[in-house]
């Protein structure tokens, strides 16, 4: 610090003003030598005073020295430092085109999988957000993405502007039908039990319609496991209990033979 004020300009030592430029009329411009450049930017850095404080106190001009401490700073972290040539210029600008389509791609995917999770059993309709980007542009970015061409997206949207057909009528018709009765049972009925309900109720159609039917829907019915009685426990030898009466039950006579069975019936009740 000290032999940066005996170095500033004016004092007696100075090796500042190096070769000043005399110019008639004009104050005197000076240079200064790259160590006190280096020293004087350490001063901000090591001590954490601001620019501004150290510019005043060594007479130079805080824009140069901050200029010179953010330089420094960046040789400290390790990040390249001076102008950009043609060939990395040109590198930079594609690099951020190309961020910038990565980012419109994962924008799109975002928006799709949130429209076919929310709309699996209504007409799809395809809204697009205008960003700068025009619609040609747009559509050629969904074909990529989706792996269709243009002239299929072409053909699906106009078979979803026209008017429904009989088959299709039809099938958005049992869906009502499928979905209503799912929902009376609960969210529990399966398609063998949906199929039986739509024959009860008049409406008969093939049960694996009935399955597909659901299966567009995301409907899905639960299916509780079979009930399997555990004969044996765990732990224990197992054994033969002896056949005493050798099968023959009838002794003639009452009280003579005793006899029992295990019948297991689903209650819907849960021990613990």
Known sequence: MDRLLDQRPGT???TLQQHP??????????T??????????????DTGRTIAEVARELGVG??????????????????????????????????RRQVAELHKDNEFLGKAAAFFASLANDR?????D????????????????????????????????AEPGTQRRARDELDVKVRKVFAESDDVYGAPRVHAQLAREGTFVDRKTVATSMLRQGLEGIS????????????????????????GWDQGGLNRVWISDITYLRTGLLHG
């Open 12 to 14: 007696a030592r100075s």
């Open 21 to 30: 430029e005399k110019t008639p009329g004009r104050r005197p411009r000076r």
């Open 32 to 45: 200064f030598s790259p160590e006190y450049k280096h020293e004087a930017a350490r001063l901000v850095i």
């Open 62 to 95: 805080s824009q140069s020295l901050g200029k010179r401490v953010a330089a420094e700073r960046a040789t400290e972290a390790g990040e390249p430092t001076g102008e950009l040539t043609l060939d990395e210029r040109a590198e930079l600008k594609a690099l």
């Open 124 to 128: 799809r309709t395809v809204r697009t």
């Open 130 to 161: 205008d960003r700068g980007e025009g619609e040609l542009a747009r559509l050629t970015r969904m074909a990529r993405l989706l792996g269709v061409s243009r002239s299929g997206f072409y053909a699906w949207a106009k078979r979803q502007a």
């Open 224 to 247: 509780p496991k079979k009930f399997t009685p555990v004969t044996t426990i765990p732990g224990v030898d197992t054994y033969k209990i002896p056949d005493r009466v050798k099968r």
